[in-house]
């Protein structure tokens, strides 16, 4: 079975400037989360959605961020534009439902906002 | 969801035990323990859950005390690959709730 994916690994940008995020779930996970973990922290929820629809962005700073999930598969988190304070691991995890106790997490993405 | 405490670091001997600690107080009747492991650039992997009674997979066992205010994640016979950051997190079950990963406890296995 294929893990969750995610693209690029590795991103560097400048303050001000826009980056997106593309992430792959476990095929048939209706659940999609993503996460932000800056350094030295634990991972932190951004947004949750089941299918493509969002179930908590509770936490998502608006003003900047966003995310979509089209379909209900692939899903995108965008920021626009970034601050240095964005610097972090962006990570998306998938489960089969929002009930799910077990998590699949993907790589990550390491951004660096300089 | 309830918060928890542990401790931020441990060090382990390979081969030996490895018992990590969490407090979890203020834990309602319906909240489970989640542990989840974070090995280096990786993201995190599930563990194990309980409720009451103690738990044991192929990975760990899970120690919950009768009152439910603390638990005790076991990795049996560490090795150098359980060197990560162990995450002990309350969450009902069953539910959309979020996991709050907290800091967690870094261990190091040393040789």
């Known amino acids: 079975e294929a893990g969750v994916a995610q693209s690029p690994r590795y991103k560097i940008i400048e303050k001000r400037q826009s980056v997106a995020f593309w992430c792959n779930p476990i095929?048939?996970?209706?659940?999609l989360y993503w996460y932000q973990q800056i350094l030295g922290q634990g991972p932190k929820l951004l947004i949750q959605?089941?299918?493509?629809?969002?179930?908590?962005d509770s936490q998502l700073p608006k003003d900047r961020f966003s995310a979509e999930r089209l379909k209900g598969v692939d899903s995108t988190l965008k920021i626009q534009p970034a601050k240095l304070e964005d610097s972090a691991v962006y990570l998306c995890a998938s489960t089969p439902n929002e009930g799910s106790y077990e998590q699949y997490f993907g790589p990550g993405t390491r951004l660096t906002v300089t | 969801d309830a918060k928890t405490t542990q401790p931020p670091s441990m060090d382990c001997a390979e081969g030996r035990a490895a018992n990590l600690p969490c407090n979890h107080s203020?834990?309602?009747?319906?909240?489970?323990v989640y542990w989840y492991r974070q090995i280096h650039s990786q993201g995190p992997q599930y563990i194990i859950h309980?409720?009451?009674n103690n738990e044991t997979n192929e990975m760990a066992s899970l120690i919950i005390t009768e009152d439910r205010k603390s638990s005790t994640l076991i990795l049996p016979h560490a090795t150098l690959r359980d060197t990560a950051v162990y995450y002990c997190i309350v969450r009902v079950a069953f539910t959309g709730n979020q996991f709050y990963f907290g800091t967690g406890t870094s261990l190091t296995v040393i040789p």
């Open positions: 309980g409720l009451k």
């Open positions: 203020t834990i309602s009747g319906n909240e489970y």
């Open positions: 095929s048939g996970h209706a659940t």
């Open positions: 959605f089941q299918n493509n629809g969002v179930v908590d």
